[in-house]
Nanobody
């Protein structure tokens, strides 16, 4: 089993920045590929950013956040981060951290482990 705990959400004005953290426990962190997802009210959960174990730790981003968000990981701290800049009101959502050893895609259905989420609210 893997336990994931997100932190760092909050209220920020449009154009501002936030850094989300996700601490993992229960399994060797270095065997997990990690993803960030978000779910806005009334919408489906969607992929935001991910970082793989293989392929040199390649990162992947949703088109809507490319150039604004950066995903990174610190294996020594068992933590993955999502640095969010130039935030927009459309980024308002609950942000979830998710993990899987070898996800076939970045679909939410491909992830095995989930945190409880952290709320990000961007005011205009």
């Amino acid at each position: 089993q893997v336990q994931l705990v997100e932190s760092g959400g909050g209220l920020v004005q449009a154009g501002g920045s936030l850094r989300l953290s996700c601490a993992a426990s229960g399994r060797t962190f270095g065997t997990l590929s990690m993803g960030w997802f978000r779910q806005a009210p009334g919408k489906d959960r969607e992929f935001v950013a991910g970082i793989l174990i293989w392929s040199g730790g390649n990162t992947h981003y949703a088109e809507s956040v490319k150039g604004r968000f950066t995903v990174s990981r610190d294996n020594a701290k068992n933590t993955v981060y999502l640095q969010m800049t130039s935030l927009k009101p459309d980024d308002t959502a609950v942000y979830y951290c998710a993990a899987n050893s070898r996800p076939s895609t970045w679909s939410p259905d491909a992830m095995n482990y989930w945190g409880k989420g952290t709320l990000v609210t961007v005011s205009s």
